[in-house]
Every structure is written in C-alpha cells, then in structure tokens.
C-alpha cells in the first residue's frame, strides 16, 4: 500500500483518464523544440499524471513562440505527445488570447480601453469582426491540438488576459451584448467553449482555467467566480482554478512570503459549485498537503508546477517511500519567473537541470573516473552543494565549516521573519551529505597549514563573504559615510542575531545599497521589534535588484507598505549623526533629514578571500577552485549551479 493512495487513483476527464492526482498546469518556459519536449519529459519519467503546455495564442495578434494559428503545429505535437505518452503521462494545451497584456503587435486588442498595468499600452476594444475572427481561431486551435495526438485542451480564461478581460466587471466597460450583465460577460467565453466543441466533440478533454480571485480592484470575486463555473459546468470535462491577475502580479505565482495553500480560501467557494472534476494550485509543495486536499474532497486534482521544476522525480520519490529524497522548492521564484521575465528563459534555484533537461541531468551521471581526496571550505549553499554533487560521483569529501552550524548566509536569511522556506534547501543538503557520508567539521578555521595536514587533491573554497566595516557605499567609494562606526550603527548580520542582536531603538533607518532583498529582511526584523522604519535605498524601487520584482517582491513590499514603513529610493548617505542620517541625490545640494536612532547599513558584502590568497602564494601545485559568493556574486543560484558544475566535472 502506497503512502498516499487517495494521489495514486486515476480520474476520468472527459474522454482521459489521468493516471493520478498530480498535474502541472500550464506555466511559462520560453522554451522550444527538443528542450521544451525534455522539460516536460522529465516530468512525465517521474510520475506526474497531467501537465499542460504553456499558455499558446491562438490568433495572429497575440503571438507566441509556438503559434496555433498555423498547422505548423501538429508536427510538433506529434513527437512531444508520443514522448511523454511512453511514460503513461496525458498532454495538453492551453489556449489563450493575451488581450490587453499582449506585446509585438502594431494593435493590441482587448474588450474595452484599459491598459494592463505592466505593460502600458492603450488598447483597441474589439469590433464584433475581431471577436468572431478570434472566437474562430479558438476552435481551429483546438483541433490542431486534437491532430497532433493530445488528450486535451485548456481554455485560459484567468490570469488578466482577453477572456478574463470580457468577464470581469472591473476592465469590460462595453455597453454591446457583451458587456453589462455577468450573462453578457460571459457571451465570448460561451461562444470559445461552443468553439471548440465545435471542432473537437469530445475526442479530446476540454476544460477552462478560471481565476479564483483576480485581485483587480472592483473585478471577479470568488462569489462571482463561483457562478461563472456553474454555468460553465456542464459544458466543459474540468475546471481548474488560479489566482491573480497584473493588478496584483505576485497572486499568480504566490512567493514563500504567501502561506502555503494560499488559494484555497476562495477555491472552497468555488469547487463546491462544481460537478466537473477540479484542479487548484497556489504553493502547494508536498504530497502530504496535496493528499489531504483531494481527501477533503476540495479538489480532484492538485497542480504542483514548482515543487515539480525543483524535482521531476517527486511523484515516483513519494510513491517509493522516499520524499525525504525529494529537493525541495523554496519558493523565492529568483529562479523559475524571475528568471523567465528578465532573461528570457525558465530556470530554477535549486535545480541546475531544469530548462536544461535536453542537455543537463537531474543527478551527476556515473563515478568519476579516479575517486579524489576532496577539501571543501565553507558549509553554506555553494559548499554543501559542492560536497554532495562529489559524494555521489565517489570521492572522500571533507568539509570545513567556520561557523557553529551549516547553511551559512541562507541559514542567516532564514531566521528573518517571512523567510524561512529559504532555508530548507540547505537543510536538504545537510540531511544529503550526511547520509553519503561526508566528514563535517564545524567551528573549523581552516589556513594552509591545516591544508597541507589534510592533503587533499583538490580544494573547493566556498567561504563566502561578510559584512564590511569600513562605511562603504557605492555612491562615494572614494571615502565612507561619515559617522558609519557610530554605536547605533550595525549591519545586517547583526539583526539576524550573529554575535547577539543589538538593542534597537526608534526610529530606524536601513540603508540598502544593493537592491537585494537582504534589506526587506532588516526592515521585517526591525519592524517586527517594534519600531519604525524608513528604508532609504541607492536603487529607485524597493528589491529593484531582486529578478523581476512584481513576482519576487510584491508581497514583501505590500507587507512593508502596510506597516510603519517607508521607503525613499534613488538616494545616498551624506551623513549619520547620533539622532538622524542625512540623504540626498548624488550630484544635487539638497539635505534630507531623517531621524534615526537605529541605523542598518546593507551595503556589499567583502569577499573571503584569505584562504585562496594564502594557498595561492604558498602551495603553488595544488588545485584550488572558488565557488558561491566568495566569487563576488551575491546569488544562491549561481552558488548552487557553479558548485553543481564544477563537481560534476571533477
């Protein structure tokens, strides 16, 4: 008996049967060709019943990378279809219009004139012409998808785009017969579903994704959603569920800072209405959590999109006993969104496989060649990292650790308030390198006499960086920030409890010099003692460095925001005194001043580089590598995919 047999039944979608309970709805990847037919894959190897496709445009003016507008298509979906099917997972596609939040056209088209908020464009309310040209384009989409062998497809209706625009009181201002009344509303999405039934009958699985709650101030509130589903349910094979919409970006891909299972309070509302099966998603991360969702019958099926890009194998971990093998996701999204919005392409932090599956392995492939005497220094992400990767390739790894405890930055990181899903990929790690059997030494201060003792074949240094004492910030690196060595002044480090917090007193100012979000945590810290708080930061926008901050740090910056918190962006110290800092804008002569009796200084951090420099100088011969923050980089990404890749290769 499996632990989670309620995961393990099979369902019945329309003319599918779905072999169990774990799906992956549709999510942006940018990928095409052979890496987006390895990507889904590898999850299809590791057990997942369902994934569906990234949102697809149906219609020439709202094109995407794999374009339904063409019969171009069903070749492709031929070969990822006879893919995945092998591994006895079903395959669809979501289909979509992006309406107002659409780019790379000479129009952009949606129901009424209201710009999406991230992307500022006015656009043109659609003529009755332009609605049947793309109620059409619905239905000839759909039976490509059925031609090119998948088992379904999934009219995207949420998420802030064209038909969400039409049904939502807040953004479809039409006084035509698709405007006004909720029935009216709903007219373009009715004659879609007609559409595609149209098209396809019921060879192929039709289902909707609806939003839950779309968070647009005077738009679709679950009450309301709830009745859209009623009237969608006898005319559809599923109905799955998403929060958000532009208005409210980070509500798409809910952060650690949400709960987990943070959508449920409004799918509640709505899967009770429904006779159809259901699909929710919304930060839920273990199998524990989406066993119970489904015996508590609030859904039939649980979308796990990120827990599966940090690991493909999760189902068939569970399903052998062994999620305490299972890397977890950590919910930053820096990774998967983050880097999908500012670089183009999907990616993941604990993962150095995803995106990368035609190319990369999950796991290092094979034993090295000759097993080495492997020295790491430092126990944070890029170390721990490091010593497991050369574990499981065979070599004797001993690890050295300055400090009392494992984990190094992130363990810090994940003490501050709101922050501790960080920490569980290092704990994974520890948990890891201790069941290979890698040698641990904490409180190690490790210099080249102890090297020489050890007498290692390679050295790995990870040790990572630490707060300046000095006064240093960007703006004037030619002197530092009079009055920095003041006693009410400290560094982040020391609001994370490193020596002993220091006693705080209000009002504070935090300084952030880099833009990351080391300095939300202070302000999380200070203000959860008690105090007020000013953020005064070198960039114009709170996390401005964070990848694509509306997704990464808009629900920090709503939690600040409804605090005693401000933040004053573009500035730079002038000056600290033992009541106030004084601020200004480089290059101009106006003084602010801000009364301070705390002040925390978050500026860039001092790589460590005493160890490599001493080694370098004295033991020539002897192969030394830098991996994680002590490169200059202050990025739990680049520590864990630099470690995995220089390990992997040893």
């Known amino acids: 008996m499996a632990l989670y047999d309620n995961i393990f039944e099979p369902i019945k979608v329309g003319p599918v049967t779905i072999p169990n309970r774990i799906v992956r709805s549709a999510h942006g990847t940018h990928l095409g060709g052979e890496d987006l037919i390895a990507y889904h894959e590898a999850r299809a190897r590791g057990g997942v019943g369902m994934s569906t496709l990234e949102a697809t445009g149906v219609h020439p003016n709202a094109p995407t990378h794999l374009g339904l507008h063409t019969d171009a298509v069903i ?21 979509y219009h992006s309406g107002a939040a659409g780019e790379g056209t000479p129009e952009t088209w949606s129901v009424s004139a209201v710009p999406n908020p991230l992307i500022n464009v006015m656009p043109v309310p659609m003529t009755k012409a332009m609605i049947d040209d793309v109620v059409a384009a619905f239905g000839k989409a759909a039976r490509r998808i059925r031609d090119g062998g998948l088992d379904g497809v999934d009219i995207h209706a949420s998420s802030g785009y064209l038909i969400h625009e039409f049904l939502s009181p807040a953004l479809n201002k039409r006084d035509d017969e698709y405007g006004g009344s909720r029935e009216n509303r709903m007219r ?24 839950n709650e779309d968070y647009v101030p005077g738009g679709l509130t679950a009450e309301e959603n709830a009745a859209i589903a009623q009237a969608i349910d006898p005319l559809v094979d599923y109905v799955s569920l998403h929060m958000g919409a532009y208005w409210r970006f980070h509500k798409l891909i809910a952060p650690a800072d949400d709960p987990l299972g943070v959508e449920m309070v409004p799918n509640r509302k709505i899967t009770k209405m429904v006779q159809s099966p259901t699909i929710v998603v919304g930060r839920i991360m273990t199998m524990d959590h989406a066993s119970s969702i489904v015996a508590s019958g609030e859904a039939d099926m649980v979308s796990m999109v990120r827990a599966l890009i940090a690991d493909p194998e999760l189902v068939n971990k569970a399903r052998r006993l062994e999620e305490h093998k299972i890397r977890p996701c950590i919910g930053t999204n820096m990774g998967c969104v983050g880097q999908l919005m500012t670089r183009g392409v999907i990616s993941c932090v604990v993962n150095v496989a995803a995106a990368k599956e035609a190319r990369v392995s999950f796991e290092p492939e094979g034993k090295a060649e000759r097993p080495k005497k492997i020295l790491i220094v430092g126990g944070g992400p890029a170390g721990l990292e490091a010593a497991r990767t050369a574990a499981l390739r065979g070599h004797k790894v001993e690890l050295h650790e300055a400090m009392r405890r494992l984990g190094g930055q992130v363990a810090l990181a994940a003490d501050a308030p709101h922050r501790a899903d960080v920490g569980q990929i290092t704990r994974w790690l520890e948990d890891e390198i201790e069941t290979l059997g890698v040698e641990v030494h904490l409180n190690s201060m490790v210099d080249a006499d102890m090297v020489a003792e050890i007498a290692p074949d390679e050295v790995i240094i990870a040790t990572g960086t630490t707060p300046r004492y000095d006064g240093f910030q960007v703006s004037t690196p030619a002197a530092p920030i009079p009055g920095w060595d003041l006693p009410h002044v400290h560094n982040s480090w020391e609001m994370f409890g490193v020596g002993g917090k220091p006693d705080i007193e209000g009002p504070a100012v935090v300084f952030d010099d880099t833009g990351t979000f080391e300095a939300i945590s202070v302000a999380d810290v200070l203000l959860e003692a008690g105090v007020p708080v000013t953020m005064v930061s070198r960039t114009e926008q709170l996390g401005q460095n964070v990848p694509f901050p509306p997704v990464t740090v808009g629900a920090a910056r709503e939690r600040l925001m409804s605090a005693d918190f401000d933040f004053i962006g573009g500035h730079y110290l002038r000056r600290i005194t033992p009541d106030e800092v004084e601020i200004g804008v480089l290059f101009t002569d106006r003084v602010r001043r801000i009364p301070a009796k705390t002040v925390v200084l978050v500026s860039f951090n001092e790589p460590n580089r005493d160890l490599a420099n001493e080694l370098g100088a004295r033991m020539t011969n002897l192969s030394v590598h830098l991996i994680g923050d002590v490169k200059g980089r202050n990025d739990m990404m680049t520590a864990i995919h630099d470690a995995a890749a220089l390990t992997r290769a040893l």
Do not use: T, W
């Open 75 to 95: 070749s492709f979906y031929e070969k990822i279809s006879s893919r995945v099917h092998k591994h006895g997972m079903k395959l669809f596609q979501q289909v």
């Open 188 to 211: 373009f999405l009715l004659e879609v579903i007609a559409a595609v039934r149209a098209e396809v009958g019921n060879d192929i699985a039709v289902g909707v994704r609806l939003p």
